[in-house]
């Protein structure tokens, strides 16, 4: 076997072997409560000191010495996991180790002794898993690896070891300092001697990784040609007939293009031992060779750019490529140490140009890389373009983004082993702005591009799929041919029809609100809805546009959000009240509706909407209608009264409405208004009813002249303001002030009742007191005789727990009928109270 196993059963061979050392002082234990934590440290203060000392009998001990300590921890960290050692009792034994390093017993020997770190439990089994994979995979036969890629847990299982090394590389830095890093730093110095055996850690995990998902193969042979006619990303290439390039980046990849370079096989030579496409390599180092003998003169500064953003323009150039020649993992790592080398040792360029941050990219991580960054670069042009009023190929453009923030989302995902940290970032600089996000939902709605750093949602649309079922269609078909049932429940229509001004803000606002859904893509979250379409046709409908509706609110924040929140309410309400085909003959028994309404709420709580929910308890959809047309009037209110809007016949329709909201004004005040006396009203419901005077319709009656038009003369009513809460109190501490003699208590009037000479004896308070002791007492004495020695008692408490077991059973079942804003569960057989009233 390898010299790390006969390493590791040695060292188990010593601790099942080690006894007691009788060198060792108890002292050095102090604060070691558990026996199993004492017995563990005394066996491996013993097996440190037969290390140090070279007392270990493994064939070749000599070889990779500089290892014995990383094997040391490695065999230390799994004791610690089988012997099932809490947080505690890992603190006290690397305490021990730490403190007693080189055993229990002084010695002469000359070896350095082993570095013991603190490290978490979680720390402990990272550590552990990178020293087992990485033993494993810097001694595998890369001829082999065609076979080891048959077995996915093999693979699934050096997948994890390189992202664990790849994210320790991140997370540690050189000048980092804690102890989890220290020992990864120590180890990561051992393991760069070795290299000369091993290219890099990742060419061959992600080799393994690649040929396991079929991505690749090691023949040598070219899927392709190998060339790509439109270095640019073809998404963009299609939109850039229309964009003025500014940005360069298209002729800069096309100047790279002429380049050819040649076959150069003393470039190559260090690549015989590996499964590599030697011939596409190596051409394609040639190419950047030949790029390399004009770059100072030719490209640093190419179209005023910067030296740094030619360089990276080079590197996402030479991305495209690789992925053009079909680069598996270990062509694309020898690609760039080829490059890296070529750089540093024969390149006579003032400007050095090579990709530093490198981690051991696939031929997919390259390919999203290139796109996200070409994207990034023309941003800005495409922004300008959305502005135009007239652009003919907006949506293409909105479209284009869409695609691109779907892959950010993609790559945010996959980001485990860091190798999109550069581009996310530059995207998160480009975006993080709430201004940004806002501009492209206003001039791209119905897309979702506000969502994209929202960390609970994998994908950039949480409630879409790309295309509806055949089942959703055939079902939604059939209700576009539908009839309206003919059942209660619509909205009167005069009113509807007299009452909607267009000019109004409310009525923008319900236009949005209600606008059908302008892209082609399927609310998944809402397709539970369908069986019901059939029956209650624009149920379905109506739920896409209260997710499109919800989407917007939850990227709203402060006054905005809770206007839009007051907006949403009233014309759901409003949209379920007039829809025939939602509220049902049988209005008590409407699966349909409660099926709606958890809907809604599944919706509020993936977007995390905490401030704006629907009441589902006893709807009287009568009363809301109301209180929506109060809403609207309230909104409307500055809109009338400043504008000029009365004008001929339009003038009679608003005055008409002027008197149809008084007669709502007055019957609402009295309930949604706290008035006081020198403190003005509280409004006990600001959602759709204001109390400050200003908003009476009187007044806004006297301010349209109403009363000179035919018809309205001495029509409207002044509603009174509620009598303030404190008036009596008020009224009463005025009467005082005026007449004080009221409260003199001394000024007593002569009583026409004679006075009743009265015995002293029972005139004393004692007599008095016990007297009503007694009274008291006997009364309570037959009163329980009452309850305990005749039915009487039975009766009462009979009745009590009858009452007492049918109000909790009512008040269950109407939770449970009820409640759908908190019940998620099944709905088949559950009832929903709503009241209503025909109009």
Known sequence: GSYFYQFYQ???????????????????????????????????????????????????????????????????????????????????????????????????????????????????????????????????????????????????????????????????????????????????????????????????????????????????????DGKSYNTIDPDLYKLLDNIIDTKHLYKFYGLLEKHNGKYNTTNCDTLKDYPIKENAICELMGRVEDIFKIWDNTYVTYGQLTPSETC??????????????????????????????????????????????????????????????????????????????????????????????????????????????????????????????YYLEENCPDMCLGFVFNKKFKTLCPFEENNTTELAKINLNQCENLESSKVPGQVDKNNEEGYNFGTLPTATVYNELNGNITTNTFYNICSQLIPYDKNHCGIYNLCTKLVRNLKKLSTMEKEERKDRCEYITHWLYHEIWKNTNIISENIYENVALREFFNVAFEVLRKLDITDCFFNTMNINFYEEKEKKYLHDYFKSHKKINDGNICKDEECKKYCKYILFINDLYRKYINKCCYCFKSEGCMEIYPSYFKCNDIYKPHKLFEKLQCSKLEGFRDKIRNVDTPVPEDHYVKMLTEISVKEPHLLNWGNKKPSIIPEVVYNKKTSDPFYTFAIGSLGFLGVFLILFILYKFTPLGSYFNNRDARKKRSYFENFEQEFLEDDVEFNHGNTQNRRMRIAYRQL
């Open 312 to 437: 990276n323009y080079l590197n996402y150039w030479l991305h495209d490529k690789l992925s053009h020649i079909d680069a598996n993992p270990c062509d694309i790592e020898i690609f760039y140490i080829l490059w890296h080398k070529y750089t540093m040792d024969k390149s006579k360029n003032k400007n050095k140009c090579y990709n530093e941050k490198y981690y051991g990219f696939n031929k997919e991580e390259l390919e999203n890389k290139k796109k996200l960054f070409d994207f990034l670069i023309y941003y800005k042009i495409i922004k300008d373009k959305i502005k135009e009023p007239k652009n003919e190929n907006k949506n293409d453009y909105c479209q284009y983004i869409k695609v691109m923030f779907e892959l950010y989302k993609k790559m945010e995902q996959k980001n485990i082993s860091y190798s999109y940290a550069e581009e996310l970032k530059l995207f998160r600089n480009n975006f993080s702005s709430n201004r940004e996000l």
């Open 10 to 224: 040695e060292l188990d061979k010593l601790y099942e072997n080690e006894e007691k050392s009788e060198t060792c002082k108890t002292d050095l234990f102090s604060g070691v409560d558990d026996p199993d934590v004492i017995k563990f440290l005394i066996k491996i203060s013993g097996i440190l000191k037969r290390l140090l000392n070279k007392e270990i009998s493994v064939k070749n001990a000599e070889k990779l010495e500089d290892k014995h300590c990383i094997y040391l921890r490695y065999w230390i960290y799994d004791k610690l996991i089988k012997l099932g050692f809490d947080r505690y009792d890992v603190n006290m034994s690397f305490h021990f180790l730490k403190k007693n390093k080189k055993g229990c017993i002084s010695f002469t020997s000359s070896e350095k002794p082993c570095n013991f770190y603190k490290l978490s439990l979680k720390d402990i089994y990272n550590m552990k898993n990178l020293y087992d994979y990485s033993e494993l995979l810097f001694k595998g036969d890369m001829n082999v690896y065609d076979k080891i890629s048959e077995d996915s847990k093999y693979l699934d299982y050096f997948k994890n070891g390189l992202n664990l090394y790849k994210s320790s590389k991140t997370r540690c830095p050189t000048d980092t300092k804690n102890e989890y890093c220290y020992e990864f730093n120590e180890y990561e110095k051992i393991h760069t001697k070795h290299k000369a055996k091993l290219p890099s850690f990742s060419c061959r995990e992600k080799l393994l990784s690649s040929l396991y998902k079929k991505e690749t193969n090691l023949n040598g042979e070219l899927s392709q």
